[in-house]
Structure formats: structure tokens, C-alpha cells
């Protein structure tokens, strides 16, 4: 059968696989062995899904919010992943490799993190089941994101320093990478979306699978069927959106969408927006596309979101743009930034800016009347009140 899924080599079409130092295959390899198996086992998915629903909250509602369908003449369901504990769905994978790594008989954590919630997603796992947690992080990023440092310290992580090259998240990832392969033993690297090196893109990619299943169950419980007509959700590295897709992949009746940052506009030379500007190369471990200059040296990108502002897209993404089983579309930081706002004021909702790239799509592209429109709200907008309270002048 055809599918767009990974298959057991690590690929998705032509995408993915594992280009990783010689000196981490052990590590890698280690968890490819290891991970469908320990999925798999009762224990495991007893103790996931205790803490999904215990201490994330899930499941997540399925709103269906009226206004905003009036407003766009179509049925629009958002996904309330902004109603987690820590505020976006990045927490489903966190909790899901957290109990990994204790089966693996790992005793020590570590992880990257661009604007800190990947990292406050790893350290507030860590701190939840005791676990010794080493966040790297930009040095620029350090300083433009305390908040969220502070977070990750108040939850008991160690924040380190990246101090190479821009020092943001790629030299934060190197960092990562070193120490991983020094300590080969006893620790696990959380990586924080569907990138990586396999299997990490397909593991993340099944943790936040999750989304689909209970849209299934309560697009059935409040349409009376389990498919929608679409499927939208906003992409940085596409944890969110491959969770939204995942049991929806291979049924084409279901059209996905994939939001990607334009920034300041695609050709602006300020964006994130890698479909469109992408060329096919390997980052962190996997080929996929990525923003690269005519030599392949990565370009630094740009958005508004934090969370959005990766030179990448995983490889199931880049497959799925290949294969033009999605359709990627760009938006700008305006954009999104009065699509946000909009559904503030029509549905008491303060989205993650990176959400609002998503709802931005209701702009662009009409849909009918009757179609069952859902929107995987990534997370909500706290962290974000600083750039809406500037972009606004509030
Ligand atoms: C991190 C983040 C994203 C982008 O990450 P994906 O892996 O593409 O999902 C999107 N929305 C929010 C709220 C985030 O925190």
C-alpha cells in the first residue's frame, strides 16, 4: 500500500535517514532498536497515558468555535493544544521521551532549545520524574529569552552556554551533540520536534500522534464521522502538524495544509519559509530541505514566532511537500499578527503567535460552507504578550 509514512529503513520518500557522526551511531542505534518495542509494551502506554491525561490534561478539546466560522462562512474546530500543561503540545513528546529514556536505564537528560520552550518542556519532564536535565541554549538566546530561562532554572535544569559561531539554536544543537557523544552511557537527548537523525523524526512523530487519534473520536462524537475536510496546522520543525496528520496521512479525502513563516515577506531575505526557498541538504542528522546559500551553507533564518524560525522542516514534511500531499503556505509576521488578534476578539482566545501563522490561512484561501475545517492551535499566547503588546502598540 502506498503511504506516506516512514519506512524501516528511516525514510519518507527520499527524505530522512540517519547522517550522523561515527562516534553517535552507538547512541542512535541504541534507540532504533529500542523504541517501537518499548512503545509497544502495556507498561509503557499505561504510564503515557496516565500522564497525557493526569498531568497534561488530555484530552485536549475539540471547540468548535462558532464566530470564527461565521466570520469565514465554514466550520472551523480548533484543536486546544494551548490548553496543555506548559501551554503547547510540545509537552506530549517531552512526557513520551522522557519515560523512553528510563527504560533505556538513562539517568541523565539533555536537550536544545532556540527560545526556551523546548527546553521548559524538557526540564519541567526531568523535574517530574526526578532526572538530572542539561539544557544548551545560544548565548544570544540566553539573553533575549530570560524568562524562559528562568523557568527552566526554577524547575531545577542546568542551563549551559553556547558560545560558537551565531550562538543560537544550530550551535546550541552542536553543543548538544558533543556532549552527547562524550557521555554515551547513561544519558538521552531530547530532541524537541520531527527532525534528527531516525529515528527521532518517526518517535516524536508517533508521541504527538496522539492529536489525530482524538480528533477521530470526537470529530466522530460531534460531526458523526471521523474524517475532516482539512486539516491546518503551522510548521517549524512539524511536530505539531505531523501530530495533527498522523492518522489522516494516507486518507487523501482529508486535504492537509502546512503554515510555514514568510517573515518579513518570502523574498525578503528575512523568513522562514523553507518550502518555498528550501533545497534538498542534511541538517541535524536527517536530509530534508533546508534554507542554504548556492555553497550549502545554512542561511540563518527569520520570523516574528521563535518557535517558527528554523531553517528546516523534518522529513516527513519534506516529503509530504514533495509528493504535494500538503500544500505549504507562507505568511508574514503581519499577517499572522492580526490573524491573532482576530481570534482574540472573536473568540476569547490568545493564541502562541506561531498558531496565528495558522489561522492567518482563513485570509487566503476560501473554503465552503460545508466544509469541516480543523485548526491544530499549537499553543497559547503568554509567552508571547511582549511582541503582541510592540506589534500593537497596546
Ligand atoms: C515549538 C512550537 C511550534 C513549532 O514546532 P513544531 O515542531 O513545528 O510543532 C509551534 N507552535 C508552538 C506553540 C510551539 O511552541
Request: net charge negative.
Amino acid at each position: 500500500m502506498k503511504t506516506y509514512n516512514v519506512n524501516e529503513k528511516g525514510y519518507y520518500g527520499e527524505f530522512g535517514g540517519a547522517f550522523i557522526p561515527e562516534m553517535l551511531y552507538p547512541n542512535v542505534e541504541e534507540l532504533r532498536q529500542n523504541y517501537l518495542k518499548i512503545m509497544a509494551e502495556p507498561e509503557f502506554q499505561k504510564e503515557f497515558n496516565q500522564l497525557l491525561k493526569d498531568y497534561v490534561g488530555r484530552p485536549s478539546p475539540l471547540y468548535f468555535a462558532k464566530r470564527l466560522s461565521e466570520k469565514y462562512n465554514t466550520k472551523i474546530y480548533l484543536k486546544r493544544e494551548d490548553l496543555n500543561h506548559t501551554g503547547a503540545h510540545k509537552v506530549n513528546n517531552t512526557i513520551g521521551q522522557i519515560l523512553m529514556a528510563k527504560r533505556l536505564g538513562k539517568t541523565r537528560i539533555i536537550a536544545e532549545t532556540g527560545a526556551g520552550q523546548h527546553g521548559v518542556a524538557t526540564a519541567t519532564v526531568c523535574a517530574l520524574m526526578g532526572l538530572q536535565c542539561i539544557v544548551y541554549m545560544g548565548e544570544i538566546d540566553i539573553a533575549r529569552q530570560a524568562p524562559n530561562v528562568a523557568r527552566m532554572k526554577m524547575l531545577g535544569a542546568e542551563v549551559r552556554a553556547a558560545l560558537s559561531g551565531s550562538k543560537t539554536l544550530k550551535d546550541a544543537t552542536n553543543e548538544a551533540i558533543r556532549d552527547w557523544i562524550n557521555n554515551p552511557v547513561d544519558t538521552h537527548y531530547i530532541i524537541g520536534s520531527v527532525v534528527g537523525p531516525h529515528p527521532y523524526p518517526d518517535m516524536v512523530a508517533r508521541f504527538q500522534s496522539v492529536i489525530s487519534e482524538e480528533i477521530q473520536w470526537q470529530l466522530k462524537e460531534q460531526e458523526g464521522k471521523t474524517q475532516p475536510d482539512y486539516i491546518i496546522a503551522c510548521v517549524g520543525g512539524g511536530s505539531n502538524a505531523a501530530g495533527a496528520y498522523y492518522h489522516f496521512l494516507d486518507d487523501e479525502s482529508v486535504n492537509l495544509i502546512a503554515v510555514e513563516a514568510a517573515g518579513l515577506g518570502v523574498d525578503s531575505g528575512e523568513s522562514a519559509a523553507t518550502s518555498a526557498l528550501g533545497k534538498e541538504g542534511i541538517i541535524h542528522g536527517s536530509k530534508t530541505l533546508l534554507m542554504q546559500t548556492n555553497d550549502g551553507q545554512i542561511t540563518e533564518p527569520y520570523s516574528i514566532s521563535a518557535g517558527l524560525d528554523y531553517p528546516g522542516v523534518g522529513p516527513m514534511h519534506a516529503h509530504l511537500f514533495k509528493t504535494g500531499r500538503a500544500e505549504f503556505i507562507s505568511i508574514t509576521d503581519n499577517q499572522a499578527m492580526t490573524a491573532g488578534l482576530e481570534l482574540c476578539q472573536l473568540e476569547g482566545i490568545i493564541p502562541a503567535i506561531e498558531s496565528s501563522h495558522a489561522l492567518a490561512v482563513f485570509e487566503h484561501k476560501t473554503f465552503k460552507p460545508d466544509d469541516i475545517v480543523i485548526l491544530n492551535l499549537s499553543g497559547r499566547g503568554d509567552k508571547d504578550l511582549d511582541t503582541y503588546i510592540n506589534h500593537f502598540n497596546l
